[in-house]
């Protein structure tokens, strides 16, 4: 499976973007896919995913500001990123998981800053 994002870059606080990553190759071995980051001196962790059922779960911090959707045919995530903080500045991962595998995306990064 490869992974592949789009979206990053520069925005004010307050303001917007969305990422997008499509995945390729054994598509069909996917059971999940969501998006996680590493910010500044902190560990990676969750932003917000689908789980196997299709179902979605949010870090608690990007709750009411975050959406991650997918389309169709589910090999294509996006995370709506709305009312930007200075924290959410970090590098944004796409990850595939199928069960026995985790797949990474190369990364995108995001900065929050005036």
């Known amino acids: 499976v490869q992974l592949q994002a789009f979206g990053g870059g520069l925005v004010q606080p307050g303001g917007s973007l969305r990422l997008s990553c499509a995945a390729s190759?054994?598509?069909?071995?996917?059971?999940?896919m969501g998006w996680y980051r590493q910010g500044p001196g902190n560990l990676r962790a969750l932003v917000a995913a689908y789980t196997a059922s299709g179902s979605t779960n949010y870090a608690d911090s990007v709750k009411g500001r975050f959406t991650i959707s997918r389309d169709h045919a589910k090999t294509t995530v996006y995370l709506q990123m709305n009312s930007l903080k200075s924290e959410d500045t970090a590098i944004y991962y796409c990850?595939?998981?199928?069960?026995?595998?985790?797949?990474w995306g190369k990364g995108t990064l995001v900065t929050v800053s005036s």
């Open positions: 990850n595939a998981w199928t069960g026995v595998n985790d797949y």
């Open positions: 190759g054994d598509i069909f071995s996917i059971n999940s």
